[in-house]
C-alpha cells in the first residue's frame, strides 16, 4: 500500500492555500474601513468594521436613485439565477425528450440546428437579442433577463446524450404497461433523470449567477441591477476626492461567491452521481 | 387466455431489411411455443410484431378473434418478459408490479390482491419494497415476471429471459417458468437461442432460420425427424454428426466403409447422413466403420471422442466408464439413420421396410 509521504501533503497543503488565499484575502479586507484599506493595502488580519461594512452593504440604499440595496441585488442575482436554471431544464428536456423519442421529419438536423447555437454565444448576438428584447417592450422586467438566455443547446444536448443512454426496453415495457408519451415523460423520464436534472441546475444556476454584459444591457432601472453590476458600480464611484468603498465592494464579492458555493455543497453528491453514474 | 393466430407475417425494416418472411403459426390456447434459431434469424422480430412494438409489414395476427396489426401494445393484451428485465429503476418492486395495473384504472384493492398473489407465487413477497438495484440477477427476473403475471394477460411474451443468469440459476427459473405456464395456463411465446430450453421448455417447438420457419413440432418429433440439416445441427448436443455418403442400393457409403441399410434407404446417390453420436457404437467386429480419435471430452456421466471416419468429423458419445483407444471400429443401427438431400439439406422419408423389425430385434453386436 502507498504511504502518504510528508511532501504529498506539501504539495496538497500548497495548492489549497493558493485557492483558497484570495478568498481568505477578501473577505479580511472587507472587515476593514476604506480609508484603511486605501493606506494599507491588502489585508490579512481581521479588521474592526466587519459588521458596520456589511450591514451597509446589505441595507443601505445605493446606487444613482438611491433605492437599491445590497439585499436586493441578491435578490435579483438569485431570481436570475433560479429561474435561468429552471426554465433551461424545463424547455431542454422537452427539447430533448422530442429530439429522441419521436420519429419527425428532420429529427436530426433539427437537433444539429440547436447544437450549433452552442457555437453562438448570447454575447455574438447581443445586439439582435436586445432589439427583440426591446421591441417586445420587455427591457426592465426579469422575462427580459432570462429568456434570451434560454436559448442555447447546452441543457438540450446533455438531456439528449443521457435519453439516449436508457434503455430502449423501458419505453418498450412502459407501452406494454399503458403509459402514452406524456406518461412515460412523467413517470419515468423524469424520475430517472433527477441526477442529471441536479447536475445540470448547478451549472446552470452558477451561469446565470454570474452574467454581467447581459444584465448590464438589459435593466436601467436600478431595481433590477444585480449582484455582479452592484460591485461594478461601487467601483466607479471614484470622483473628486472620494475613496472608492473597497471594503464595500470586497464585501459584495464574497456574498456574490456565497449562493453557489452553498449550491454546489448541497447538491454536491448529487452532482457527482449525476455526471459520472448512470442510475438505471 | 387465447389463441394467437400468426398468417403469412412478414417484416421488412425500414431501409429495406427483410428479417422475417412469410410465417404461419396456429398458436393454440394455453400452448407453450418456443421460437428457436441462431442469432440473427429473426425471432425477436416475430414475438415484437406480436407484442405491438414493431409494425407488422405483411400479414395479419391475431389474438383471441381479434386482428391487432393495428393496435397498441397496452390494448393487445400480452405482457412481455425482457432479457435485460427493463424494470422501472426508481420504483420500488411493489410500484414497478402496480405501474401498469394503475395505468389501466384498476381498483385499488384489487391491485393489491394481485400484487401480494404474484409476489406470493414468485417468493419476492420480501423484496416488495426494495428497488431493483437492490436486487440479485435471479431476483429482478422474478420481478419481471411478476409484473407481466399480476396483468393477467391473455399472453406472455418471453424474449431470452434467462440469457443474462448464470448456468444454474437458469436451469431453476426454466423449472420456475414452465410450472408457472402450467398453472395459470396463459398461452406463451418463447424466445430463445439456447436449443436445451428449447426442448425443455416447449410444447411445440418452431425453429426459425434466416427469417424462415424451418420447422415447427413437439421437441421430441424435431429432436428425432429434423425437417433438415439445419434443424438436425441445431436441435440435440452433442450437436448431429452430418456426413457425406453414397447410397448404392441397399448400402451405405460413407468415405471407404459400408454400412448395410435392411431396406432404409429412401432413394440412391449422394446424401447427407445424420448421425446422432448417441446411436453410434463402438463395435469389435470387421465390419464397423473405421474411427480415429483425435481428442476426448470428459462431461462425467458421458465422454465425447471428437474424430474422423474417413476424412469427415464424427463425434461419437460413450458412457462415463466407456474405454477409448486411438482407432475404433462404429456401428449404427440403419433405423437410426437421418437422410437430408445432399443439396437442398431436406430430410428425406424412409418409409420403414417390412424386414425392419427383424434388422432392429437383432443388434449387428
Ligand atoms: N431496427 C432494425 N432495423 C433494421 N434491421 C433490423 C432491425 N432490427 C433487427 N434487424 C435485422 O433483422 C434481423 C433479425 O433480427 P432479430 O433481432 O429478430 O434477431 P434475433 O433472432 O432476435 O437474434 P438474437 O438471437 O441475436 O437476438 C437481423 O438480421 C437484424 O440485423
Ligand atoms: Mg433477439
Given at each position: 500500500?502507498?504511504?502518504?509521504?510528508?511532501?504529498?501533503?506539501?504539495?496538497?497543503?500548497?495548492?489549497?492555500?493558493?485557492?483558497?488565499?484570495?478568498?481568505?484575502?477578501?473577505?479580511?479586507?472587507?472587515?476593514?474601513?476604506?480609508?484603511?484599506?486605501?493606506?494599507?493595502?491588502?489585508?490579512?488580519?481581521?479588521?474592526?468594521?466587519?459588521?458596520?461594512?456589511?450591514?451597509?452593504?446589505?441595507?443601505?440604499?445605493?446606487?444613482?436613485?438611491?433605492?437599491?440595496?445590497?439585499?436586493?441585488?441578491?435578490?435579483?442575482?438569485?431570481?436570475?439565477?433560479?429561474?435561468?436554471?429552471?426554465?433551461?431544464?424545463?424547455?431542454?428536456?422537452?427539447?430533448?425528450?422530442?429530439?429522441?423519442?419521436?420519429?419527425?421529419?428532420?429529427?436530426?438536423?433539427?437537433?444539429?440546428?440547436?447544437?450549433?447555437?452552442?457555437?453562438?454565444?448570447?454575447?455574438?448576438?447581443?445586439?439582435?437579442?436586445?432589439?427583440?428584447m426591446s421591441d417586445l417592450g420587455l427591457l426592465n422586467t426579469y422575462s427580459g433577463l432570462i429568456v434570451p438566455l434560454l436559448a442555447s443547446a447546452t441543457g438540450t444536448f446533455y438531456f439528449r446524450q443521457f435519453f439516449k443512454s436508457v434503455p430502449e426496453e423501458l419505453l418498450e415495457a412502459a407501452r406494454i404497461d399503458g403509459a402514452g408519451p406524456f406518461k412515460f415523460f412523467i413517470d419515468i423520464l423524469v424520475p430517472i433523470s433527477r441526477t442529471m436534472?441536479?447536475?445540470?441546475?448547478?451549472?446552470?444556476?452558477?451561469?446565470?449567477?454570474?452574467?454581467?454584459?447581459?444584465?448590464?444591457?438589459?435593466?436601467?432601472?436600478?431595481?433590477?441591477?444585480?449582484?455582479?453590476?452592484?460591485?461594478?458600480?461601487?467601483?466607479?464611484?471614484?470622483?473628486?476626492?472620494?475613496i472608492p468603498d473597497y471594503n464595500e465592494a470586497f464585501a459584495l464579492a464574497v456574498l456574490a461567491m456565497l449562493p453557489p458555493v452553498a449550491i454546489v455543497v448541497i447538491f454536491q453528491s448529487w452532482f457527482i452521481k449525476g455526471l459520472t453514474e448512470s442510475d438505471k | 387466455m387465447a389463441a394467437i393466430d400468426i398468417s403469412?407475417?412478414?417484416?421488412?425494416?425500414?431501409?429495406?431489411?427483410?428479417?422475417?418472411?412469410?410465417?404461419?403459426?396456429?398458436?393454440?390456447?394455453?400452448?407453450?411455443?418456443?421460437?428457436?434459431?441462431?442469432?440473427?434469424?429473426?425471432?425477436?422480430?416475430?414475438?415484437?410484431?406480436?407484442?405491438?412494438?414493431?409494425?407488422?409489414?405483411?400479414?395479419?395476427?391475431?389474438?383471441?378473434?381479434?386482428?391487432?396489426?393495428?393496435?397498441?401494445?397496452?390494448?393487445?393484451?400480452?405482457?412481455?418478459?425482457?432479457?435485460?428485465?427493463?424494470?422501472?429503476?426508481?420504483?420500488?418492486?411493489?410500484?414497478?408490479?402496480?405501474?401498469?395495473?394503475?395505468?389501466?384504472?384498476?381498483?385499488?384493492?384489487?391491485i393489491d390482491a394481485r400484487v401480494a398473489e404474484a409476489a406470493r407465487m414468485l417468493e419476492i413477497t420480501q423484496y416488495l419494497d426494495r428497488k431493483p438495484r437492490a436486487l440479485s440477477g435471479g431476483q429482478r427476473q422474478r420481478v419481471a415476471m411478476g409484473r407481466a403475471i399480476v396483468r393477467k394477460p391473455a399472453a406472455f411474451l418471453f424474449d431470452e429471459p434467462l440469457s443474462n443468469l448464470d448456468a444454474k440459476l437458469r436451469v431453476s427459473m426454466r423449472g420456475e417458468i414452465k410450472?408457472?405456464?402450467r398453472r395459470l395456463g396463459t398461452t406463451s411465446i418463447y424466445v430463445t437461442h439456447d436449443q436445451l430450453e428449447a426442448m425443455t421448455l416447449a410444447d411445440r417447438l418452431v425453429v426459425l432460420n434466416g427469417g424462415k420457419i424451418e420447422q415447427v413440432g413437439s421437441p421430441l418429433d424435431v429432436y428425432h425427424t429434423p425437417a433438415s440439416t439445419f434443424v438436425a445441427s441445431f436441435i440435440g448436443s452433442p450437436a448431429m454428426n452430418?456426413?457425406?455418403?453414397?447410397?448404392?442400393?441397399?448400402?451405405?457409403?460413407?468415405?471407404?466403409?459400408?454400412?448395410?441399410?435392411?431396406?432404409?434407404?429412401?432413394?440412391?446417390?449422394?446424401?447427407?447422413?445424420?448421425?446422432?453420436?448417441?446411436?453410434?457404437?463402438?463395435?469389435?467386429?470387421?465390419?464397423?466403420?473405421?474411427?480415429?480419435v483425435e481428442y476426448v471430452e470428459e462431461l462425467g456421466s458421458q465422454r465425447l471422442a471428437h474424430g474422423l471416419v474417413g476424412d469427415q468429423a464424427v463425434t461419437i458419445a460413450l458412457s462415463g466408464e466407456a474405454e477409448i483407444t486411438d482407432s475404433m471400429r462404429l456401428s449404427i443401427d440403419p433405423s437410426k439413420l437421418h437422410f437430408f438431400d445432399a443439396e437442398t439439406g431436406r430430410r428425406l422419408d424412409v418409409r420403414a421396410p417390412a424386414t425392419a423389425v427383424a434388422a432392429v430385434a437383432e443388434p449387428v453386436a
Open positions: 500500500m502507498y504511504r502518504t509521504k510528508f511532501s504529498d501533503h506539501l504539495v496538497l497543503i500548497l495548492g489549497s492555500l493558493f485557492l483558497c488565499m484570495p478568498v481568505v484575502v477578501a473577505f479580511m479586507t472587507s472587515t476593514h474601513t476604506a480609508a484603511d484599506i486605501h493606506m494599507n493595502g491588502l489585508s490579512l488580519a481581521w479588521g474592526d468594521n466587519f459588521i458596520a461594512t456589511y450591514e451597509k452593504v446589505l441595507t443601505q440604499k445605493g446606487g444613482f436613485t438611491g433605492d437599491i440595496t445590497g439585499a436586493r441585488m441578491v435578490m435579483n442575482s438569485l431570481i436570475l439565477g433560479v429561474g435561468f436554471a429552471i426554465g433551461k431544464i424545463l424547455l431542454s428536456m422537452m427539447a430533448a425528450y422530442a429530439i429522441v423519442y419521436f420519429r419527425f421529419p428532420m429529427a436530426t438536423l433539427s437537433f444539429w440546428v440547436i447544437f450549433t447555437t452552442l457555437l453562438l454565444p448570447l454575447e455574438v448576438r447581443i445586439m439582435p437579442s436586445y432589439q427583440v436534472i441536479a447536475a445540470i441546475f448547478i451549472i446552470m444556476f452558477v451561469y446565470g449567477w454570474n452574467q454581467y454584459l447581459w444584465p448590464m444591457m438589459m435593466t436601467t432601472d436600478e431595481s433590477f441591477f444585480t449582484l455582479m453590476r452592484g460591485i461594478k458600480s461601487i467601483l466607479q464611484v471614484w470622483v473628486g476626492s472620494n | 403469412s407475417v412478414g417484416k421488412i425494416y425500414n431501409g429495406g431489411v427483410r428479417a422475417v418472411t412469410d410465417i404461419d403459426l396456429d398458436i393454440k390456447d394455453g400452448e407453450f411455443i418456443v421460437l428457436v434459431g441462431p442469432s440473427g434469424c429473426g425471432k425477436s422480430t416475430l414475438l415484437r410484431m406480436v407484442a405491438g412494438l414493431e409494425a407488422i409489414s405483411e400479414g395479419t395476427v391475431k389474438i383471441g378473434d381479434r386482428v391487432v396489426n393495428e393496435v397498441e401494445p397496452a390494448d393487445r393484451d400480452i405482457a412481455m418478459v425482457f432479457q435485460n428485465y427493463a424494470l422501472y429503476p426508481h420504483m420500488t418492486v411493489r410500484q414497478n408490479l402496480e405501474y401498469g395495473l394503475k395505468n389501466r384504472k384498476t381498483p385499488k384493492a384489487e410450472r408457472l405456464q452430418l456426413v457425406k455418403a453414397e447410397l448404392q442400393g441397399d448400402r451405405l457409403a460413407i468415405g471407404p466403409s459400408q454400412i448395410s441399410l435392411n431396406g432404409y434407404a429412401p432413394t440412391s446417390g449422394a446424401v447427407t447422413v445424420g448421425l446422432r453420436a448417441e446411436d453410434l457404437r463402438v463395435v469389435s467386429s470387421a465390419e464397423g466403420m473405421p474411427f480415429t
